[in-house]
């Protein structure tokens, strides 16, 4: 079993009809057409949304992908057109709310890697490849690859995994212009990214974007290069042959799996709510991440 512990209720705006509710984000439509993305203090883990929130988290998430649209512009347009809340939106939807192009989305996550680590990882060693790409001999956990790889995946609804597939797939499914563009647009922002967050002590493993088109423009959406969507891990204690301390949720992932929370990952109950000392460590490395990359102390 999987997807929300409790599913909220969709906060109700004048003006603003909800489309979804997503893992950390809600979604609304206004009168204009434009899409409003309110991100959540919800935090995910194994598939399941859990029924504790992280303090902060939705501000910092949407803080750390505008600084990120602003150094990526001249690579590829964003979706982002306002910052500011409609009005008459709850006072909390301040500094974790989007006003955004409506784009006709692509159905694929692209993901580029130039690390391996996860899913990669597991693929790596059972086939030397990973979405078909074949790999050098004698890779370890978090080695980095000879050079970053394109390795897309189809988009999964809450609660379900994402599942790696070919480029050959990802051409079929989109064409083939469309599916090389977006395998170049990813590469080259991937690179930009990694080259800024080693400046900052940072290495960025792998990441995932979203695009979409408007007016037949391929137009950078969702979240960007944030802890969520990216494997950041501090530089100075990267060792191949090992997993890595990052700054996301792993604090969370951690107790989860532990004798102390007492849940059965693979069992049918739900995950229970977090210690108070998992939410703080956690919300402090998203705190961390936010201020190594930006340069700026939060709040």
Request: proline share 8%; charged share 25%; hydrophobic share 40%.
């Amino acid at each position: 079993m999987s997807g929300f512990v409790e599913k909220p209720e969709p906060v109700e705006v004048p003006g603003l009809v909800h489309v979804h509710t997503g893992k950390v984000r809600d979604l609304y439509r206004d009168e204009n057409g434009d899409l409003v993305m309110v991100a959540t203090d919800r935090m995910s883990a194994y598939d399941w949304v859990l029924p504790t929130e992280i303090p902060d988290k939705g501000r910092i998430l949407t803080q750390l992908s505008l600084w990120w649209f602003d150094r990526l512009a001249d690579l590829v347009p964003h979706h982002v057109l306002s910052a500011e809340p409609p009005a008459g939106a709850p006072a909390d939807w301040a500094g974790r709310t989007l006003v955004c192009r409506s784009l006709e989305m692509v159905p694929v996550e692209c993901v580029a890697r130039g690390y391996l680590t996860g899913s990669g990882l597991a693929e790596y060693e059972q086939t030397r490849t990973v979405c078909g790409l074949a790999l050098p001999e004698g890779l370890v956990d978090a080695s980095e690859l000879p050079s970053p790889i394109f390795t897309p995946a189809t988009k999964a609804a809450v609660g379900e995994h994402d599942e790696n597939v070919s480029y050959e797939e990802v051409a079929r499914q989109v064409g083939a212009e469309t599916a090389a563009q977006l395998r170049q647009t990813t590469l080259a922002v991937y690179g930009r990214a990694r080259d800024i967050a080693r400046d900052r002590g940072i290495v960025l493993a792998d990441t995932k974007f979203e695009f979409g088109f408007a007016d037949g423009e391929l137009v950078l959406a969702d979240e960007v290069l944030t802890p969520d969507s990216s494997r950041f891990w501090p530089a100075d204690e990267w060792q191949p042959g090992r997993p890595q301390a990052s700054f996301d949720k792993q604090f969370v992932r951690n107790w989860l799996t532990s004798p102390a929370s007492g849940w059965d990952r693979k069992g049918e109950l739900p995950p229970p709510e977090l210690p108070q000392d998992i939410v703080e460590r956690t919300r402090a490395k998203y705190v961390e991440a936010y201020e190594r990359l930006t340069g700026m102390s939060w709040g």
